[in-house]
């Protein structure tokens, strides 16, 4: 398989879940400027969307939108453990909380990517967040992960969207429970080695 990422983009939740589950892939690096990616092709021709993250599979067919690869992945080793099995109530869940992460987090957090923001409506933005976090740092008093005792999927997303906030001058520790929450996740083994996978590539001009 073959991973299109873009540094600090939500790609990094499966790349997070490919180190999980310990399957062989391949990274290309995309700019998300340019759509110039480290193999020197044309990002477009991969995801016409032309964002990331995009999973080009050994089939050729390619799969975009992290919530989707998230379960595809998981799904090819069920024994991992990173989503409950299809048909279960507890799968449900877990789609649950990738909505929520991807409609409130991710989606209500990627306006303030914006530097020419007006000042109003950054506020707006960051309280209807704030009101959010308030919500999941409750949801977090009493498990170490979203789906109780064990690190799934949503987890990977969910502390990939968190990384966000210190560009947004966002301060986490005002949830305790998510600050301890991000702390444990970038302990993982996983965390690490994707990390360091992205960044042994080069920037793509």
């Keep these: 398989m073959k991973l299109y990422f873009a540094a600090g983009a939500c790609s990094f939740a499966p790349h997070i879940a490919l180190q999980e589950l ?30 990331v993250a995009a999973l080009r599979l050994d089939c050729g067919a390619t799969l975009t939108e992290a919530p989707a690869i998230l379960q595809f992945l998981a799904d090819l080793k069920p024994e991992a453990g990173l989503a409950p099995p299809n048909g279960e109530l ?28 007006p000042k109003a409506a950054r506020e707006f933005f960051e309280a209807r967040l704030f009101k959010r976090f308030d919500w999941l740092d409750s949801a ?15 987890d990977a997303y969910l502390f990939t969207v968190l990384g966000w906030m210190p560009r947004f001058s966002i301060d986490l520790g005002r ?13 993982r083994a996983s965390v690490e080695a994707a ?10 001009e």
């Design 140 to 154: 977090l008093s009493d498990r170490p992960f979203l789906m109780g005792g064990v690190f799934t999927v949503a």
């Design 175 to 187: 949830w305790p429970k998510i600050g301890a929450y991000v702390v444990r996740i970038a302990a």
């Design 195 to 204: 990390r360091a996978r992205e960044a042994a590539i080069p920037a793509v």
């Design 90 to 117: 507890e799968r449900v869940r877990l789609q649950e909380w990738l909505n929520f992460i991807a409609s409130e987090l991710h989606a209500g957090s990627s306006p303030l990517f914006d530097q020419a923001l």
């Design 22 to 51: 310990g399957l062989p892939y391949e990274l290309v690096r995309v700019n998300n400027r340019t759509k110039r990616t480290s193999e020197g092709g044309d990002f477009w021709t991969v995801n016409p969307k032309g964002y």
